[in-house]
Nanobody, 122 residues
Framework: QVHLVESGGGSVQAGGSLRLSCTLTGRTYSRICMGWFRQAPGKAREGVAFVYTPGSTHYTNSVKGRFTISEEEDKNTVFLQMNSMKPEDTAMYYC????????????????WGQGTQVTVSS
């Protein structure tokens, strides 16, 4: 069984920073795509940032220039550095992984983390 273990959520004021991490554990799994979705109350889940082996990245427009995704591939860990945060970044953030490049949409995800709450106050 594969598990995604997330950490790093919390509360921050607008303009502040948080760093999320997600580690893939369990059986051997050749993940190709790994990243983050978020879901705000009353809204659909949206893809935020993704990294594809061997290292290309994808960001949703609203976080470009503010968020950076990185990975430690040998540790099956990805990080999401969130800077210049805005109240509209408030959401539950979910780590996602897939064994193919299409994990930027929910239907392409093989495994989900349990979610970590991020709250940005104005």
């Amino acid at each position: 069984q594969v598990h995604l273990v997330e950490s790093g959520g919390g509360s921050v004021q607008a303009g502040g920073s948080l760093r999320l991490s997600c580690t893939l554990t369990g059986r051997t799994y050749s993940r190709i795509c790994m990243g983050w979705f978020r879901q705000a109350p009353g809204k659909a889940r949206e893809g935020v940032a993704f990294v594809y082996t061997p290292g290309s990245t994808h960001y949703t427009n609203s976080v470009k220039g503010r968020f950076t995704i990185s990975e430690e591939e040998d540790k099956n860990t990805v990080f999401l550095q969130m800077n210049s945060m805005k109240p509209e970044d408030t959401a539950m953030y979910y780590c996602a992984a897939a064994a193919r490049p299409g994990c930027t949409v929910e239907s392409g995800v093989d495994y989900w983390g349990q979610g970590t709450q991020v709250t940005v106050s104005s």
